[in-house]
């Protein structure tokens, strides 16, 4: 059986964000956890434990990604129907 550690745990979060212990803050190493969730495959609690983290995570990243989609885009009130308009987020 492979053996899992923190630091190893701490270094894939780490790996994930692009980014190395010393200039990581306390919030983007938060997200990096919900982001790269690590589970043993025999352990179902943990997945669905991380599944949930990451559905309600969306309700504070979709938003996030819809302002930056705005400004990134130059969108206006008009070009949106109801003040909204669809995106995919692919993950791997």
């Known amino acids: 059986m492979e053996q899992f550690n923190e630091q190893d745990a701490e270094d894939r979060i ?3 964000l692009d980014m190395d212990a010393t200039s990581v803050t306390l919030e983007e190493y938060d997200r990096g956890k919900i ?4 589970c043993r495959y025999d352990d179902s609690e943990s997945f ?12 504070v990243l979709l938003p996030c990604l819809f302002d930056y989609a705005k400004v ?5 009130e008009k070009d949106l129907a109801f003040g ?8 791997e």
């Open 14 to 16: 780490l790996e994930s």
């Open 35 to 38: 982001l790269t969730p690590i």
């Open 48 to 59: 669905k434990a991380s599944l949930d983290k990451y559905r309600d995570y969306l309700d």
């Open 72 to 76: 990134d885009l130059e969108l206006s």
């Open 84 to 91: 909204y308009f669809c995106f995919e987020i692919h993950s």
